[in-house]
């Protein structure tokens, strides 16, 4: 379902002007970070922002090869740990945009999901999603594939909102390192 490359934009999260407070450097040789989320496969990143860059939360930054606008360079990759508390309060709200941003793509997944195993489905990867209802997404989508979210919840009346069943399943691949399955995300 994914493919890995380098993802090209993401969403800012939170925003350290003056670096971290634990860093043992002096305050003046600090640089301004960032903590984003990437919107391919929601890898999690800390950006130096270019000198005078005006940033805020929940923008959207090119981070790719070619000349970028805001950010001076990607620091690192970083886990879900590296978070700061306010970035972990924003994170969900942002996985969320994402998804509806982008409906058709998670909508595929309704479309495109395949056996991982002879008796292991990746539809059982999303919470709340068993044998019978899993059954009941393959049928539906036999006769016709899904549109969008309101079609999956008007065809299958026992799925009323399957959009947060892929925003539910993005945030535990990204807070949870051992998670067997990366489906939406990178490890």
Known sequence: MKTERKEENAIVIDILPMGYVSEPRQAY?????????GLDQFKLFELITKQGADVQIHDRVYIGDAEREKIERVKRRISYEDLTAT?????????????RENESRFVDFFNKSVPITPKFHMLHLLPGIGKKLMWEVLEQREKKPFESFADISGRIKSLPHPDRMIISRILREIEDSNEKYHVFTSR
């Open 29 to 37: 040789k600090r640089e301004p970070i960032v903590q984003a989320v």
């Open 87 to 99: 970035a972990k309060l924003e994170l969900p709200f942002v996985v969320e945009q994402i998804v």
